[in-house]
Structures are given as structure tokens and as C-alpha cells.
Nanobody
Framework: DVQLQASGGGLVQPGGSLRLSCAASGFSLSNYDMSWFREAPGKGREWVSFINVYGGYTPYSDSVQGRFTISRDNAENTVSLQMDSLTSDDTAIYYC??????????????????WGQGTQVTVSS
């Protein structure tokens, strides 16, 4: 059974940090590029960051550049998103997504085949 499990969300004060994790089961993440997306209430799904299969290419959206860091551990079959200097604008459900290497870098949700169930991040004082 192919599954992505996102975790690590929660309630944090503005300026705080959270670390999200995405664990795969039933398949190896070492065969996939990965992205994190987020969806805020009333808004569409927004791409946040991408990491290629080797971990050497890691672009970010302008809204999180310099504050978020994506990483992966193919041996552990996990991808992480370190989020620092959080603001209320970062409040959303965060999703990890696996995409085929053949497609390459994509910021579109349609570029990804498998999705985690989402983890809620709430930034509030």
C-alpha cells in the first residue's frame, strides 16, 4: 500500500519554528522528486518548495525563501521541511507530494502523483 504520511504540524506563535516530516511507506522516495504544498482557508493549493531526488536542487516560493529549508533522507525514506520565522500568513494545511523523476521540477499540483494527508500548521499568538 503506497502511502505518504505528513506530521509535525501544530500551533506556534509568530516568530516560532516547526519541523514537518513526510514519511513514505510501500515505495522508495529515492525514486521521486518531492515537493511541499500548502492550502490556506479559502485559497488554492500553493507550492512551497521542491527537492530533487539527489537533494541538490531546492527552490522555494518567494513567500518562504530564506525562512524554510527542505531536506530529504533517502535512507530513512523521509522528506522534511524546517520552517523558521513563522508568520500568520504561513497558517495552512501542509502537504507533501511525490513526483516522477521523468517530469522534473514542477510547481503545479498536477505534476505529482502521490500526496500525504496533510498536517495543520497554525501560527497565532
Amino acid at each position: 500500500d503506497v502511502q505518504l504520511q505528513a506530521s509535525g504540524g501544530g500551533l506556534v506563535q509568530p516568530g516560532g519554528s516547526l519541523r514537518l516530516s513526510c514519511a513514505a511507506s510501500g515505495f522508495s522516495l529515492s525514486n521521486y522528486d518531492m515537493s511541499w504544498f500548502r492550502e490556506a482557508p479559502g485559497k488554492g493549493r500553493e507550492w512551497v518548495s521542491f527537492i530533487n531526488v539527489y537533494g541538490g536542487y531546492t527552490p522555494y516560493s518567494d513567500s518562504v525563501q530564506g525562512r524554510f529549508t527542505i531536506s530529504r533522507d533517502n535512507a530513512e525514506n523521509t522528506v522534511s521541511l524546517q520552517m523558521d520565522s513563522l508568520t500568520s500568513d504561513d497558517t495552512a494545511i501542509y502537504y507533501c507530494a511525490a513526483g516522477p523523476i521523468a517530469l522534473g521540477y514542477s510547481t503545479s499540483p498536477f505534476g505529482y502523483d502521490d500526496w500525504g494527508q496533510g498536517t495543520q500548521v497554525t501560527v497565532s499568538s
